[in-house]
């Protein structure tokens, strides 16, 4: 089963920057793309950004230019750097990641979630 620990998140000011941070650890054969999604109160959950391991990377619209996703290279961790922040950035920020278990079945999971907020 595959874990994820996230970190980071808090409070900033309106413009400012925060980070967060997303390992996986148990058992897995692959993790084929890791992300970060966010779920607004009141909202449905939506894509933040997205790497696969091959490094190709997704931006929501609403981020581009502002937030930086990367990962390491053994890919059990990603990183979101979030830069410029707007109040309508706040909310719980959800780690995600997809891949397959050492049966080969495929596996999509989520993290605890770690809220973000941004005061105008």
């Known amino acids: 089963q595959v874990h994820l620990a996230e970190s980071g998140g808090g409070l900033v000011q309106a413009g400012g920057s925060l980070s967060v941070s997303c390992t996986a650890s148990?058992?897995?054969?692959?993790?084929?793309?890791m992300g970060w999604y966010r779920q607004a109160l009141g909202k449905e959950r939506e894509l933040v950004a997205r790497?696969?391991?091959?490094?190709?990377?997704e931006y929501a619209d609403s981020v581009k230019g502002r937030f930086t996703i990367s990962r390491d290279s053994a890919m059990n961790t990603v990183y979101l750097q979030m830069n410029s922040l707007k109040p309508e950035d706040t909310a719980v920020y959800y780690c995600?990641?997809?891949?397959?278990?050492?049966?080969?079945?495929?596996?999509?999971?989520w993290g605890q979630g770690t809220q973000v907020t941004v005061s105008s």
């Open positions: 148990g058992s897995f054969y692959t993790i084929n793309g």
């Open positions: 790497v696969t391991s091959g490094g190709s990377t």
């Open positions: 995600n990641a997809v891949g397959y278990n050492p049966d080969f079945k495929s596996f999509f999971t």
